[in-house]
């Protein structure tokens, strides 16, 4: 059962709400991606001829909104378990041609997120960040690895480490996690993260 409870998950300034724990991570998915403006629980009303011939409205789970100049299309979405759309996914068929329908004509893509999509590298990563978005330190070495980015572009993390860190390598570490949890520079979060992670300033390759 994919509906065991339900919340409200703070992201983009909002809280959204989740009728599972399944659509929860899915929010959660998406919280360091700097690109995302919002994130809107069931979005849409899409009136749907079923397979019994009978009309039902069907509201998709999630609408995710990205910054113009990002040029992703918006993201009209439903979440399921695989063991579930795999099960019913001849009678779920008709209301997801008539999403896609709508959001083609909305210039936004209809995708449906299981779990092997939403339960990923990203979402592991994301988890492992959290413990180090709420810590403090000198806001002296957050400006000068900020600097270099800038001016680098981009750089792997043992770079970063060895140039700002040197003798304090523990702290460094902590200190550049942090910095990619608080949204401060990015990485590409859908591999692993270790000292080989290339980091960025947030506006680099947008």
Same mark, same amino acid.
């Given at each position: 059962?994919?509906?065991? *409870?339900?919340?409200?998950?703070?992201?983009? =300034?909002?809280?959204? %709400?989740? &009728?599972?724990?399944?659509?929860?991570? *899915?929010?959660?998915?998406? @919280?360091?991606?700097?690109?995302?403006?919002?994130?809107?629980? #069931?979005?849409? #009303?899409?009136?749907?001829?079923?397979?019994?011939?009978?009309?039902? $409205?069907?509201?998709?789970?999630f609408?995710?909104?990205?910054?113009?100049? !990002? =040029?992703?299309?918006?993201?009209?979405?439903?979440?399921?378990?695989r063991?579930? +759309?795999?099960?019913?996914?001849?009678?779920? !068929?008709?209301?997801?041609?008539?999403?896609?329908?709508?959001?083609? &004509? #909305?210039? +936004?893509? *209809?995708?449906?997120?299981?779990?092997?999509r $939403?339960?990923?590298?990203?979402? #592991?990563?994301?988890? *492992?960040?959290?413990?180090?978005?709420?810590?403090?330190?000198?806001?002296?070495? %957050?400006?000068?690895?900020?600097?270099?980015?800038?001016?680098?572009?981009?750089?792997?993390?043992?770079?970063?480490?060895?140039?700002h860190?040197?003798?304090? &390598?523990?702290?460094?570490?902590?200190?550049?996690?942090? @910095?990619i949890?608080?949204?401060q520079?990015?990485a590409?979060?859908?591999?692993?993260?270790?000292?080989?992670?290339?980091?960025?300033?947030?506006?680099?390759?947008?």
């Amino acid at each position: 059962m994919t509906r065991s *409870f339900s919340g409200v998950f703070p992201i983009c =300034g909002q809280g959204v %709400t989740y &009728e599972s724990g399944l659509e929860r991570d *899915f929010i959660r998915s998406w @919280l360091l991606d700097p690109d995302v403006v919002a994130v809107v629980a #069931q979005p849409a #009303q899409i009136p749907f001829t079923a397979r019994n011939g009978r009309n039902y $409205i069907y509201p998709p789970d999630f609408f995710v909104h990205f910054n113009e100049r !990002s =040029g992703r299309k918006p993201l009209l979405v439903e979440v399921k378990m695989r063991e579930q +759309w795999e099960l019913n996914w001849r009678e779920w !068929s008709y209301k997801w041609k008539a999403a896609r329908r709508y959001a083609r &004509e #909305q210039g +936004w893509e *209809f995708r449906i997120y299981d779990e092997s999509r $939403i339960r990923g590298p990203r979402l #592991q990563n994301i988890d *492992f960040l959290q413990r180090y978005r709420n810590l403090s330190f000198d806001p002296v070495f %957050t400006e000068a690895v900020r600097k270099t980015l800038s001016l680098m572009r981009a750089a792997p993390f043992h770079h970063l480490l060895a140039l700002h860190f040197t003798g304090n &390598e523990g702290i460094g570490r902590s200190h550049l996690w942090h @910095l990619i949890a608080a949204g401060q520079v990015t990485a590409d979060l859908d591999h692993e993260l270790d000292e080989h992670t290339i980091l960025r300033a947030c506006d680099e390759g947008r």
